[in-house]
Every structure is written in C-alpha cells, then in structure tokens.
C-alpha cells in the first residue's frame, strides 16, 4: 500500500518561504506522477503543481509560477515543493498525491490515486 506523508507546513509572514516534503512509503517515487494541491478555507481543493515521473516534465498553475517550485529526489523517495514570496492568499491545507498513470500531467483530483493526509500552511499579513 502506497503511503504519503506531508510536512513543512506551518506560520509565515508574507513575503517568507517554506519547504514541503512529501515522503512516499511502500512504492517507488520515480514510477509516479507526483502533484501537490491546496485547499483554503470554504473552497474547493486546487491543484498547484506536479512533476512527471518518467521525465520530471513540471507544471504549475499561474499563480505559484515563479514563486513556487516542485522538485523530487527519487533516492529519498521524497518530493518538494518550495514555496518562496507567500502570501495570505497561498493560506491553505497543502496535499500531495500520487498518479500512478504515468501518463501526461493531469490536474485533477480524481486523476490520482493516493493522497498524503495534508499539511497546514498560514501565511499572515
């Protein structure tokens, strides 16, 4: 059984950084796509980013671009994703999951297959 597990979270003041590390457990990193989401209080989950398996072909949504950047290290079996000039707006519950289609990047929920339980990211004003 695949297993994910976020941390890195936490209390930032706009314009600060933080790194997530999602750990995977009982699987091999290289073999999925990797994706990070976030959901901010009252809305939807939102992908952010992701990171192909076969290529480490990338894919960010506009607003993190520049700012935000996922990366893996297949030896740890553990990918990142380094968040640089937060804002209030980057406040979310931050999830990574794993595709194990291997196929193009894909954004949506349903298109992968496991998912870390979450980490808490609170970026003030």
């Known amino acids: 059984q695949v297993q994910l597990v976020e941390s890195g979270g936490g209390l930032v003041q706009t314009g600060g950084s933080l790194r997530l590390s999602c750990t995977v457990s009982g699987g091999t990193l290289s073999r999925y796509n990797m994706g990070w989401f976030r959901q901010a209080p009252g809305k939807e989950r939102e992908f952010v980013a992701a990171i192909r398996g076969s290529d480490g072909i990338i894919y960010y949504i506009d607003s993190v671009k520049g700012r935000f950047t996922i990366s893996r290290d297949n030896a740890k079996n553990t990918v990142y994703l380094q968040m640089n000039s937060l804002n209030p707006e980057d406040t979310a519950v931050y999830y990574c999951?794993?595709?194990?289609?291997?196929?193009?990047?894909?954004?949506?929920?349903?298109?992968?297959?496991?998912w870390g339980r979450g980490t808490q990211v609170t970026v003030s004003s």
């Open positions: 999951a794993a595709d194990l289609s291997r196929a193009v990047i894909r954004r949506r929920e349903n298109d992968y297959d496991y």
